[in-house]
Every structure is written in C-alpha cells, then in structure tokens.
C-alpha cells in the first residue's frame, strides 16, 4: 500500500518562501520517482514538477522554472519542493504522487497523498 503524507503548507506574501515535505513508506520510496501537482480553486491538477529514483533526472513545469526546487531524501524516505518568489497565482492544493517511472509521474499516473494548502496573498 503505496503511503503518501504532505505537510508545510500555509499562508504565506507574496515573494516569501514555503517548503513542502512528502513522507512516504519505505517501501514506496524504494525505485520509485515522485513528484508534486497543484490544483487550484475551480481549475484542474497540474503538474508541478518531479524526481527521479536516484535524482539523475528532474523536470519542472514551465511556470515554476527558476523559483521551485525538488529534491529528495532516500535515507530519509522523504522528498521536498522548495517554493521560492511565490506568487498568489502559486495558490493551491499540492499533492505528492508516487510512480514507478518518471514519465508517469508527470502525466499524473502515480500514487497520491491528500494534499496541503498553500495561500500566496498578494
């Protein structure tokens, strides 16, 4: 059973920082990348940006190029979104997700945890 828990959301100004945690079961973590979407208020999940198993390959959508960092932690079972230069339009429900290869985790295809709440006011 594929085990996915987000926590570091909040209320943040813009141009302020948050990082995002993902805690997941060892046996989740194990050869599988991972990865972040985002779903705001009346529009549909997007893709944020993910990691592969061993961090050799990363991707990031183009709208958070330049301000957002993911990292993982494989000791630590553990994966990161830095938000940096955050913008009201960042506003949203970010879930982790989990899948065996990085392409399906960019097209959504993995595991998800519940999601935590991120509110840039301007």
């Known amino acids: 059973q594929v085990q996915l828990v987000e926590s570091g959301g909040g209320l943040v100004q813009a141009g302020g920082s948050l990082r995002l945690s993902c805690a997941a079961s060892?046996?989740?973590?194990?050869?599988?990348?991972m990865g972040w979407f985002r779903q705001a208020p009346g529009k549909e999940r997007e893709f944020v940006a993910a990691?592969?198993?061993?961090?050799?390959?990363?991707s990031y959508a183009d709208s958070v190029t330049g301000r957002f960092t993911i990292s993982r932690d494989n000791a630590q079972n553990t994966m990161y979104l830095q938000m940096n230069s955050l913008k009201p339009e960042d506003t949203a429900i970010y879930y982790c997700?989990?899948?065996?290869?990085?392409?399906?985790?960019?097209?959504?295809?993995?595991?998800w945890g519940q999601g935590t709440q991120v509110t840039v006011s301007s």
């Open positions: 997700t989990a899948g065996t290869t990085l392409l399906a985790v960019t097209r959504g295809e993995g595991s």
């Open positions: 060892r046996r989740t973590f194990s050869n599988y990348a």
């Open positions: 990691i592969s198993w061993r961090s050799g390959s990363i």
